[in-house]
């Protein structure tokens, strides 16, 4: 079996600076880190790896230093990496993205031979879409099983998957055929830590680079900002609130405490005390 | 797996700036190197004030000046001895230090650590990060042959592990090659970053461009107890911290907390820092036993560098410059002995220690060798009273008030003698000439 997980590297949203001064994001000297979601994605691939003999590709579209985050899913016990990137990728959206990782995903198909099963989070923490996983599977024409919580089967004989998905009011029990593109949810698993010799491979593996040409992208203009129909029109710092949170502190029973929290409330915001007065005239006496 | 089996030339404990010096120099020459850091990436652990001498790294790295993340170049020393409302100042600055290839650098570590990995690596050295040397492996004669990783699977064996693993040395300790850091030998610093915009700084410091100012200050700022306080300009941030010996902490009980908020807010510090947004804080242990803490620094298969090995003049507030350097000749040795294939006996590695006493390295520390010990002898002098001392005399001097100046200089020298007697202070010279010569 082959599976491929696509992981994109985020900027460490925990680490993030501000600019005091400019009020834009800091990008320069914060670390980056494999998108959160992707690492539940990743590990379910290799614990299918694990349970049923698989080669386990990862696959991210970036810029050369995406190459670490390939790595770093290399010590984890990932098999190879795959490294898209070209200038003309720069400002995609997810329409641009999931066109070149699309093209990327036939490439890997022809050269590794074609996955089974296709992996990512279910979104990325920089852009929130969970749009770039379902657009792959349509263009690949990959049965999709997004906000998956747990693989319950895999029947490769059969040539099929069940799966359990989180939705709202519930959750679904999924049954469906292979191939296919699988987006999980967080808290499905736990990243494992790799082994010494999974380390040592990890730092001695080449990292297979593809450009737009090395995927066969012929038509540039379906390629990062020309590709791309979303616009970002602004990015601005909300405005810091000027009011401020209050504790009040009271003593006593609950219905005392509740006297003194309602009390407080009056004092500051006499309205409410006069709207709920007019209200229990209305409707109580 | 069989390749795995093949020993390293070379083993490194750490990537700040004595194992990224150790391993690139290696790696350089052609040796088989493994680094392993227990961090994300090189400097994700790493804490400094910080000051990067140029002379240490330009001799591994000659052009690093190209591409090294660098704040701003240091054109003034100011030395400050402090009391709790002023302070007496010793100021140098020279556009002699304009040069087209600076001295001395104000760099922030985070970045500058990442980029010496980077070089590491370009040099051929395999990095491990997040990954913890647990233990040195041993074989029955004793000599160091491997490491044990906090990762599974098997040892990894090498010719050699060089030891840049830090003030604490723990890998040192657990394999038994050295003792627990003594509380007296080291100290505690802390330090925030705080940012402003750089015209407000090179305003405020008399700068321009790139130039930088460093602050060294001593005085009742540490509350009786042996350190320092500092204040260095970055590019667009300031760095504000003060350190103390552990055991002096552990003695008065005040919390570097304390001591940190009370030095930004000494009257001297404050408006230097005003308007600042502190964005970031760290602390870290600094090895100041000098040379008489230096433990054995090498055995049969290890060798010992930088922090490690308590390789930090406290006296001129140099650190990363010994450990790059030590970093640097352990690496020599290793590839001479290498060269030679000769065994990495603890005979053979001694050599490392032969070479290093030829160094600034050793010449510096063994001429303040006793240094550490007369200052946490006399704390309360020289840390409280002369510095109080200082700045009550500055103040009758200065003031004018009517009083004629013979009578000012006789109040200042009866109230030297009285606060601390003749002897006392002609002590207290006497030792201070001693330990410096």
């Known amino acids: 079996m082959h599976i491929v997980v696509c992981i994109k590297q985020v900027p460490d949203s925990g680490q993030i600076r501000v600019h005091p001064v400019t009020n834009t994001i800091m990008r320069q000297g914060v670390p980056t880190i494999i998108n959160p979601y992707d690492l539940f994605a990743l590990e379910e691939a290799l614990r299918l790896k694990d349970k049923l003999g698989a080669t386990v590709t990862v696959l991210t579209m970036g810029p050369p230093t995406a190459a670490d985050s390939l790595r770093k899913a290399l010590t984890f016990g990932a098999d190879r990496a795959v490294l898209l990137t070209d200038r003309y990728f720069a400002g995609s959206d997810t329409l641009a993205t999931s066109f070149a990782l699309s093209m990327a995903l036939k490439k890997v198909a022809e050269e590794f031979g074609k996955p089974e099963i296709i992996f990512t989070g279910k979104q990325t923490i920089d852009g929130d879409t969970a749009q770039v996983g379902p657009g792959i599977a349509k263009r690949l024409d990959y049965n999709q099983l997004t906000y998956i919580s747990r693989i319950v089967e895999t029947d490769l004989d059969g040539g099929k998957i069940t799966v359990e998905r989180r939705a709202e009011g519930g959750l679904q029990v999924l049954e469906t055929k292979l191939p296919v593109l699988i987006t999980m949810l967080e808290a499905s698993n736990e990243m494992r830590r790799g082994s010494i010799e999974n380390a040592l491979i990890a730092a001695r593996a080449d990292v297979v680079t593809w450009n737009a040409e090395a995927v066969g992208i012929e038509d540039l203009t379906k390629c990062g900002l020309r590709g791309s129909p979303t616009i970002v029109k602004k990015v601005f710092a909300p405005t810091a609130r000027t009011e401020k949170a209050e504790i009040v502190e009271a003593e006593g029973k609950a219905d005392a405490r509740a006297a003194a929290l309602v009390e407080a409330i009056f004092a500051k915001a006499p309205a409410v005390e006069s709207d709920l007065l007019e209200h229990a005239a209305q409707h109580y006496v | ?437």
């Open chain 2, 1 to 437: 797996m069989g390749e795995f089996n093949k020993p390293f030339d070379a083993i490194v404990v750490g990537a700040g700036p004595s194992g990224n010096a150790a391993a690139y120099v290696m790696a350089k020459e052609g040796l088989n190197v493994l680094q392993i850091e227990r961090g994300e990436y090189a400097g994700s652990k790493n804490v400094q004030g910080a000051i990067l001498y140029a002379d240490a790294l330009e001799q591994i790295i000659p052009e690093f000046r190209d591409e090294a993340p660098l704040e701003r170049h240091v054109i003034e020393q100011r030395m400050w001895t402090m009391d709790d409302k002023s302070h007496t100042g010793m100021h140098y600055r020279s556009d002699d230090f304009n040069e087209e290839k600076p001295n001395r650098y104000t760099i922030l570590r985070a970045q500058f650590d990442k980029w010496f990995s980077s070089k590491v690596k370009e040099a051929g050295a395999l990095v491990l990060y997040e990954t913890t040397v647990t233990e040195l492996v041993r074989d029955l004669s004793g000599k160091v042959i491997g490491v044990r990783t906090d990762r599974q699977g098997s040892p990894i064996m090498a010719n050699v592990v060089v030891l840049a693993e830090g003030v604490n040395g723990l890998v040192g300790q657990r394999s038994g090659l050295r003792d627990e850091v003594a509380p007296e030998s080291v100290a505690l610093a802390v330090k925030e970053m705080h940012f402003l915009p750089r015209e407000t700084i090179e305003a405020r410091f008399n700068l321009s461009g790139n130039e930088g100012v460093v602050i060294e200050a001593m005085g009742t700022i540490t509350k009786g107890m042996t350190g320092t306080g500092f204040l260095y300009t970055n590019e667009e941030s300031i760095s504000v911290g003060i350190g103390c010996i552990v055991s002096d902490f552990a003695e008065t009980n005040v919390t570097p907390n304390e001591l940190l908020e009370a030095f930004k807010n000494h009257p001297s510090i404050k408006p230097l820092l005003a308007d600042s947004e502190c964005k970031e804080y760290a602390a870290h242990l600094i090895p100041e036993g000098g040379y008489k803490a230096i433990p054995q620094l090498t055995g049969a298969g290890w060798i010992v560098v930088g922090d490690a090995g308590q390789f930090v003049n406290a006296v001129h507030r140099e650190g990363s410059n010994l450990a790059m350097t030590t970093g640097r000749v352990a690496a020599e040795t290793v590839v001479s002995l290498t060269r030679k294939r000769e065994e990495m006996t603890a005979a053979n590695l001694a050599e490392y220690e032969k070479r290093l006493a030829q160094s600034f390295v050793m010449k510096d520390l063994k001429k303040y060798k006793g240094i550490p010990e007369l200052l946490h002898k006399n704390k309360g002098n020289f840390f409280g009273t002369y510095p109080r001392l200082l700045s009550q005399a500055m103040q009758t001097w200065f003031r004018v008030d009517g009083i004629d100046k013979v009578s000012k200089e006789k109040a200042i020298f009866r109230n030297f003698r009285e606060t601390r007697s003749l002897w006392g202070m002609m002590g207290d010279a006497f030792r201070v000439v001693r330990a410096w010569r």
